[in-house]
């Protein structure tokens, strides 16, 4: 058995790994070191801890094991193009472990003859874990449902799908039921019942094909009010650990609908926040159980989080408040598909292209989510290799918040082995599109659309955008004419030196291959 | 003083998350994702307690179960994710 001083130290030194690590992720070529001294870190301060008492190392083991084999699974078998519901669902997790941990220790504290009552930190520690932690939980799961595409849709559901929607909503309703009906005689009938009517709404709400529905604002912040009194109710009266499951009941509530009617490209700022809160519920774990370790990283995730959050958020020009209760939609006024596009479409062909291409020096390539839907990245790399043997520079200007989480993009391209220093950010791209000769938008819309810079009343206004419209020729590869996110019309396709081919992402790609060949 | 730990800690996360460029962004999620699995270390605790109540156990339990999935899953993601990026050759 280590001694309490040596376990501390060793928990320092793990906490200063972590800080090591993460400074390492400045840069690509140090950041696969950065990740490995991060484990390195994680794996010490798991060892020590093992090392520092008695334990019956049953469930540990079990757990552990467990744990390690599904984790693994997962990290190996996860396509780059699914990472966003992989991150999700990992947030989640984090979440999850946050509450029981804290509910753990609280009825521990309780059980226990030989310690104290909990303390006053402990009390408010364990609110707090409980409370983000649920948040966390609900609000990853939804976004995880809405971004694998079987939550709040109206469409047929693949039979996986079927089976995690609506065995979760069973789960958590039917689980709830049970809980308050076997402790009904303990907690009283209101926190039994309250217990049974969260779970259920939580199951139901989970259930509905649409995102939105009357009230939910009104449920919003009923749910936020209800767990922060059940909370302070808690910290009152410690004892009863049945105001603590209702308080994560109702917390769950809140996390579900806060997600909910978030979609699309407001995705990133969603998997950013999730983040954060998996950190802070760490954190306070760290509160509950008074481990310096949990503090550390926790905050370190948290702050991590909450950074990505205001960097999306900047890159739409919108505040979060906007992003989690806002409505994203066309205003009133704007111009309607009519009027941009009729009459100004020019369609094309790979074989246009191709004939662009001859006299191009500089290509620039605007990747969007429809590239990770098409699964055209590897098609992109194709295309790129051939059009740099023919010495034209091909370069890739990644908007922040193109795909649905923060640096999606970057990763597909990479899979692709496409070099990262291609990839320019906006500022950086947009300083080079004067000396473009052709700007290929690839499965993006909203965030190249010029309304951004010139209709103050349109919902991207001031937005900013990459400005594909400043090179010679811009091609547009889209299916349709379907609006992005944001719902509006895109008079960037009606320009004059626009082309738009009306194509899937990947069948584009070799399509132009092809024709570049023949040429 | 577990406070000022809390605070500090929050400044030297900004401090270095800050410089993570763009391009990172993602496996700087799923690399701190694995890093707050450090929860495990409480789920170990509560979990491995000789004389506690089955509820605490059981709970601790689960959680022991979860956090491992976010520290290997995130951690071996992490790394399949950075090793795909290279420079220009």
């Known amino acids: 058995m280590l001694s309490g001083n040596i376990v501390n130290l060793a928990y320092l030194v793990a906490a200063v790994l972590f800080i090591l690590g993460l400074k390492r992720l400045s840069h690509p070529r140090t950041a696969v070191g950065g990740n490995r001294i991060a484990a390195l870190g994680m794996l010490l301060a798991i060892v020590v801890t093992l090392l520092s008492g008695k334990f019956d190392f049953q469930y540990i083991i079990i757990g552990f094991a467990i744990g390690a084999i599904l984790g693994a699974i997962a990290a190996i078998k996860v396509k780059m193009t699914a990472m966003p519901e992989m991150v999700g669902l990992f947030n989640g997790f984090g979440g999850a472990a946050s509450v029981l941990v804290a509910g753990s220790a609280l009825v521990a504290a309780l059980h226990s003859v030989t310690t104290a009552d ?56 039917a689980g709830a039921v049970y809980f308050g009906v076997v402790t009904i005689d303990r907690a009283g009938v209101p926190l039994a019942v309250g217990i049974m009517l969260s779970g259920i709404l939580i199951g139901g709400i989970l259930l509905s094909n649409k995102d939105r529905f009357p009230g939910m604002n009104t449920l919003k912040l009923l749910s936020a009010v209800v767990s922060i009194v059940l909370g302070v109710l808690v910290v009152m009266n410690p004892a009863n650990t049945m105001l603590f499951w209702l308080m994560i009941g109702v917390a769950g509530v809140l996390g579900v609908i806060l997600t909910f009617s978030i979609g699309g490209a407001d995705m990133p700022v969603v998997i950013a926040l999730l983040n954060s809160y998996s950190g802070l519920a760490a954190a306070a774990t760290g509160f509950v159980i008074n481990n310096n370790v949990l503090i550390i990283s926790g905050s370190l995730v948290g702050a991590s ?25 066309p205003s009133e006024g704007s111009a309607t598909e009519d009027e941009v596009y009729s009459g100004k479409i020019k369609a094309t062909s790979a074989e246009e292209i191709a004939m662009l291409f001859d006299g191009a020096q500089q290509v620039m390539i605007v990747p969007g989510y429809g590239m990770a839907v098409a699964q055209a990245q590897h098609a992109v790399r194709d295309l790129t290799n051939l059009l740099e043997s023919r010495d034209i520079n091909v370069e890739f200007a990644i908007h922040p918040v193109a795909g649905r989480m923060p640096g999606h993009m970057n990763v597909l391209l990479a899979e692709a082995d496409i070099p990262y220093d291609k990839l320019k950010e906006m500022d950086e791209a947009n300083s080079m599109m004067d000396q473009t000769d052709v700007a290929i938008i690839l499965g993006a819309n909203d965030v190249v659309n010029p309304v951004a810079r010139t209709d103050p009343s349109s919902p991207i206004a001031g937005m900013p955008i990459i400005d594909v419209d400043k090179a010679k020729t811009t091609i547009v590869i889209k299916r349709s004419l379907s609006p992005g996110f944001a719902g509006i019309p895109n008079p960037l396709f009606a320009l004059d030196n626009t082309l738009m081919f009306f194509n899937d992402g990947k069948k584009a790609m070799i399509e132009i291959i092809n024709a570049v060949k023949e040429s | 003083m577990i406070l000022t730990v809390f605070v500090l800690a929050i400044f030297v996360g900004f401090e270095i998350i800050t410089k993570v460029p763009p391009t990172l962004h993602t496996p700087l999620m799923s690399g701190s994702n694995a890093i707050s699995g450090i929860t495990i270390i409480g789920a170990m605790v509560l979990a491995g307690q000789m004389e506690s109540s089955k509820l605490a156990t059981t709970m601790a339990f689960i959680a022991v179960i979860f956090a491992t999935i976010n520290v290997v899953g995130g951690f071996l993601v992490t790394d399949r994710m950075l090793n795909m990026f290279k420079k220009k050759d």
């Open chain 1, 118 to 173: 909990p303390d006053m930190q402990m009390k408010i520690a364990t609110v707090a874990s409980g409370i983000i932690g649920s948040v966390t939980f609900f609000g990853s799961y939804v976004a995880f449902g809405k971004l694998a595409e079987f939550l709040a849709v109206k469409w047929k559901l693949y039979w996986w799908q079927k089976i995690v929607k609506y065995g979760f909503s069973l789960i958590v309703a």
């Open chain 1, 305 to 329: 989080g909450i950074i990505l959050t205001s960097i999306m958020c900047k890159a739409m020009n919108r505040s979060l408040t906007n992003v989690l209760f806002g409505v994203m939609g």
